[in-house]
């Protein structure tokens, strides 16, 4: 399974960006899906996560910025980031957690995704 994630850049404070992220491979189904970002030398830490049935659940930095979305068609999650802050500078990686094709349930996998680097500055 391997996970493709885009959308970062560079954009001024104030500005928005969309990520997304797909997995691909041997997916038999996909729980939750979420957003992570990590500075160097830290911590990676939770920005947004979203369930197979839509429940959210986000950082409170984030709280009424940044929006979690995803297209279970598609198997594809999204980051909406309104709003962004220099603080907001990071490279965010995607997760998912994956039931292997053939696979019970109770066998569920985290996959990563190579991260996408989101600059915020004038």
């Known amino acids: 399974v391997q996970l493709q994630a885009f959308g970062g850049g560079l954009v001024q404070p104030g500005g928005f960006l969309r990520l997304s992220c797909t997995p691909s491979?041997?997916?038999?189904?996909?729980?939750?899906m979420g957003w992570y970002r990590q500075a160097p030398g830290k911590q990676r830490d939770l920005v947004a996560v979203?369930?197979?049935?839509?429940?959210?659940d986000y950082a409170d930095s984030v709280k009424g910025r940044f929006t979690i979305s995803r297209d279970n068609a598609k198997n594809t999650v999204y980051l909406q980031m309104n709003g962004l802050k220099p603080e907001d500078t990071d490279v965010y990686y995607c997760?998912?957690?994956?039931?292997?094709?053939?696979?019970?349930?109770?066998?569920?996998?985290?996959?990563w995704g190579q991260g996408t680097l989101v600059t915020v500055s004038s």
């Open positions: 979203i369930t197979n049935g839509g429940s959210t």
């Open positions: 491979g041997n997916i038999g189904r996909i729980n939750a």
């Open positions: 997760r998912a957690e994956i039931v292997p094709y053939g696979r019970p349930s109770y066998m569920t996998v985290a996959f």
